[in-house]
């Protein structure tokens, strides 16, 4: 199975900043299959970006994804308070689907 | 309005069953598979696997073969979760989401296993 590990563990930034997250894979991800989720506490996770960099509908422009083959980043251009989340990276090229361990967010 | 809606918490016992039900509005039910993601209690997310919408053919992840079903009443648009031979360690926040990307979560169902 892919193995996606995601750094850092907890990013602490300050509201206009900008937050870059990190997600590698163990094997290369054809056709960059990789999505990113938002969680708030007590929340189900929210569809952010899908084949690396198309965000989803709603999603902000301050929301971006880039990467390619085992490195993929999501990065938040302008922290906004409400942007204090757990961020996780998945990749569904090959099953068993996986999702990183998570990026806490705090702002 | 396109959404998913997850039955309530459940608290059972070791060794009891329990159903998640997760009903599907504002799409056709047949056009995206459905997932199934646990989440155990402050902990991160785990992909349990996906029933074909269309076909009812379930696929399961390594570690969710045997007590998990997946299953479907596609006239009612309603996708099912039942864990059988319920552990302590079932205990967790079940979510059913939408297609390959998760494009769309249920608000998630608390199983809580405790004697």
């Known amino acids: 199975e892919i193995v996606l590990t995601q750094s850092p563990g907890t990013l602490s930034l300050s509201p206009g900043e900008r937050a870059t997250l990190s997600c590698r894979a163990s094997?290369?991800?054809?056709?960059?299959?990789v999505a990113w989720y938002q969680q708030k506490p007590g929340r189900a996770p929210r569809l952010l970006m899908y084949?690396?960099?198309t965000r989803a509908t709603g999603i902000p422009d301050r929301f971006s994804g880039s990467g390619s083959g085992t490195e993929f980043t999501l990065t938040i251009s302008r922290l906004e308070p409400e942007d204090c989340a757990v961020y996780y990276c998945?990749?569904?090229?090959?099953?068993?689907?996986?999702f990183g361990q998570g990026t806490k967010v705090e702002i | 309005q396109v959404q998913l809606v997850q039955s309530g918490p459940e608290l059972k016992k070791p060794g009891a069953s329990v159903n998640v039900s997760c009903k599907a509005s504002?799409?056709?039910?047949?056009?995206?598979?459905m997932h199934w993601v646990r989440q155990a209690p402050g902990q991160g997310l785990e992909w349990m696997g996906w029933?074909?919408?269309?076909?009812?053919?379930?696929t399961y992840a390594q570690g969710f073969t045997g007590r998990f079903v997946f299953s479907l009443d596609t006239s009612v648009s309603t996708a099912y979760l039942q864990i059988s031979s319920l552990k302590v360690e079932d205990t967790a926040v079940y979510y059913c989401?939408?297609?390959?990307?998760?494009?769309?979560w249920g608000r998630g169902t608390l199983v809580t296993v405790s004697s």
């Open positions: 989401a939408r297609t390959r990307f998760l494009d769309l």
């Open positions: 504002g799409y056709s039910f047949i056009t995206h598979a």
């Open positions: 029933i074909n919408t269309k076909t009812g053919n379930p």
């Open positions: 094997q290369s991800i054809s056709s960059a299959y």
């Open positions: 084949v690396a960099s």
């Open positions: 998945q990749q569904y090229d090959r099953p068993p689907q996986t």
